[in-house]
């Protein structure tokens, strides 16, 4: 009775191995699809900011004249306040994302090797 006791605790740890090996393939599963995620999410082009066209504006000379001057003022183009700070934040965003998914590539080398 001993050794059949013994014999279900060795199937006992082998399942326990499997199990465990499942688990680690679905977290590495898992993990694969987020990194696809964000990789994906960093290669599609988000919609380009643009700038506004510059316009001829008419305006009158004066008050009390009824016609109205085209003039040779143009609007300068309107960009978003700190354009360059806003472009400079985003491309640090994405390459702490780069940075992460490439750990995350390193872990699962890690975790695969051990499988």
């Given amino acids: 009775m001993q050794i059949i006791q013994d014999g279900m605790i ?3 740890s ?5 199990q465990t090996e499942k688990e680690k393939i679905k977290s590495i599963c898992q993990q694969l699809k987020n990194i696809c995620t964000v990789s994906q999410k960093l290669l599609t082009p988000q919609q380009a900011q643009k700038r506004i066209r510059k316009q001829k504006v008419l305006k009158k000379v004066e008050k009390n004249h009824n016609s109205e001057k085209e003039s040779s003022d143009i609007k300068p183009k309107k ?3 700190n354009y360059y700070q806003v472009f400079r934040n985003e491309l640090e965003e994405k390459i702490a994302l780069i940075s992460g998914l490439q750990q995350q590539i390193q872990y699962i080398k ?3 090797s051990q499988i």
Avoid at 14 to 18: A, F, H, I, P, T
């Fill in 14 to 18: 082998e399942m326990e191995k499997k």
């Fill in 10 to 12: 060795m199937n006992n």
């Fill in 110 to 112: 890690l975790t695969m």
């Fill in 79 to 81: 960009t978003i306040p």
